[in-house]
């Protein structure tokens, strides 16, 4: 039943381990988002792609590698984790790159120990 | 690129009373501008709302203001509960070639006092 669904919903790591999320909307949307909201609530928009292509790559360390294997997922990897990057991480998907509203899933929260 | 101020940071009122969320925006070609409620251990979920081609939108006890000419829109709950209880965000969208993002304001804390 759920429009966007994200796994893990905790993530507990050590520094320099490898990660991913998955993400999956089953809303029928072209467009996919990677935002990460950080410990004061600050939501920030990572990656986001339509129609698996990659068109918005906001300044993040190449650590960070989204993968959209179709329309309907798109995950997220990343590489040789820091302290730094614990954070919620939220998926959403939208129908399309114009004005249309952003739908979330629950969020990953990622924990780097 | 696209600034959004998002005031207060935190608000609390009593029971019944009315919450107002203020934002301003920087960038004059933006035109599309939602609202998300976000509860604890949630994604943020859209609330309403609202497009420049219009100044004033109204869903039951929510309602949401457009300025364009000033660049600031503002949330507005009326007769509050306490399951309205949240972080409130709002956000504006760039239109640009192939390419939208919505950015977010800091978020609002509100608390409803039963």
């Known amino acids: 039943d759920t429009a966007v669904s994200q796994t893990p919903k905790y993530l507990v790591t050590q520094m320099g381990n490898d990660k991913s999320i998955k993400c999956e909307q089953n809303?029928?949307?072209?467009?996919m988002y990677w935002y990460k909201q950080d410990s004061k609530k600050f939501l920030k928009i990572m990656f986001s792609?339509?129609?698996?292509?990659?068109?918005i790559n906001e300044t993040v360390p190449n650590r960070f590698s989204p993968k959209s294997p179709d329309k309907a997922h798109l995950n997220l990897h990343i590489n040789s984790l820091e302290l730094g990057d614990s954070a919620v991480y939220f998926c959403?998907?939208?129908?399309?790159?114009?004005?249309?509203?952003?739908?979330f899933g629950n969020g990953t929260r990622l924990t780097v120990t | 690129g696209e600034n959004v101020e998002q005031h207060p940071s935190t608000l609390s009122v009593q029971e019944g009373d009315s919450a107002v969320i203020k934002c301003t925006y920087s960038?004059?070609?933006?035109?599309?501008f939602p609202w998300y409620k976000q509860e604890l251990g949630k994604g943020p979920q859209l609330i309403i709302d609202?497009?420049?081609?219009?100044g004033e939108k109204k869903d039951q006890r929510i309602a949401v203001t457009l300025n364009k000419t000033a660049k600031h829109f503002s949330l507005h709950i009326t007769e509050t509960q306490p399951e309205d209880s949240a972080v409130y965000f709002c956000?504006?969208?760039?239109?640009?070639?192939?390419?939208?993002?919505?950015?977010f304001g800091s978020g609002t804390r509100l608390q409803v006092q039963p």
């Open positions: 792609y339509n129609n698996k292509e990659l068109i």
């Open positions: 956000a504006a969208s760039i239109r640009d070639t192939g390419r939208r993002a919505l950015t």
């Open positions: 609202i497009r420049s081609n219009v």
């Open positions: 959403a998907s939208s129908p399309s790159t114009r004005d249309s509203p952003l739908h």
């Open positions: 960038d004059s070609a933006s035109n599309y």
């Open positions: 809303l029928g949307h072209d467009t």
